[in-house]
């Protein structure tokens, strides 16, 4: 038998974080090692407890998510921890800021339960998830500000084919939309998927679309 995922919720919000945790204690391989009500709580019970996941607020007094993300998965953080971020439409502005934080993954508070541990379980193994609709609704709002106003680079290291991949990864298609669309099979697909993230020095999906739209690749 495989260790149970620890997870550690942090939401400024009793009733939500009480709901969060009691969902994801129910699962046979998931246990709840800690609850907070703000990042700074949720820095310090993580550097205790060493959770595998943190299920992380957005807006929250003390210190904000995406303060908090940075410290536990940031750029320079000796041992990373994941977070998966989870926000609401009206907070869509920090979005792309939380993604450059470190996040490996973004969900919606109204999303059902079998999304927010899909999510959990995706993240503890080292993927990302980025929710389709978070990147098309949510990032894509603001590629505007993202995107530098000279075009596109002509330095990006990518053949054609794994710059079509890209974009659409991008646009929020997961790996069996992608072959879907480019008629190819999902295998080709993750091997695109590896060699775009090796080439351009990422750590995962989520990163690649935060790159796209600083290079301008997404219209």
């Known amino acids: ?25 129910a699962q046979p391989d998931m246990e709840i090692v800690g609850e907070c009500g703000d990042g700074r709580a949720a820095v310090d019970l993580a550097g205790r ?6 299920v992380m607020d957005v807006r929250m007094p003390v210190l904000d998510g995406i303060e908090a993300t940075r410290l536990l998965a940031g ?50 193994t080292g993927a990302a998830l980025l929710a389709p609709e978070v990147t098309r609704q949510l990032v894509g709002r603001y590629a505007a500000r993202i995107r530098p106003v000279e075009g596109v680079p002509d330095d990006i290291p990518l053949a054609p084919r794994e710059l079509e991949v890209l974009r659409l ?10 072959a879907a669309t480019l008629v190819i099979s999902q295998e080709t697909v993750k091997t695109y998927v590896s060699r775009i993230l090796t080439k351009l020095d990422l750590r995962d999906r989520v990163q690649a679309v935060v790159y796209a739209y600083r290079r301008g690749l997404v219209t």
């Open 49 to 54: 407890l060493n959770p595998d996941v943190v």
């Open 169 to 178: 990864i991008a646009d929020g298609l997961s790996n069996s939309e992608i």
């Open 75 to 124: 750029t320079g953080v000796a041992h990373p921890i994941k977070v998966l971020v989870v926000t609401t439409f009206n907070l869509d502005e920090y979005v792309y800021a939380a993604l450059r934080a470190g996040a490996s993954g973004f969900l919606l508070k109204d999303a059902p339960p079998a999304q927010l541990l899909h999510g959990i379980r995706t993240v503890a």
């Open 1 to 25: 038998m495989t260790a149970p995922i620890r997870v550690l919720v942090c939401d400024d919000q009793a009733l939500i974080r009480t709901g969060f945790a009691t969902i994801i204690d």
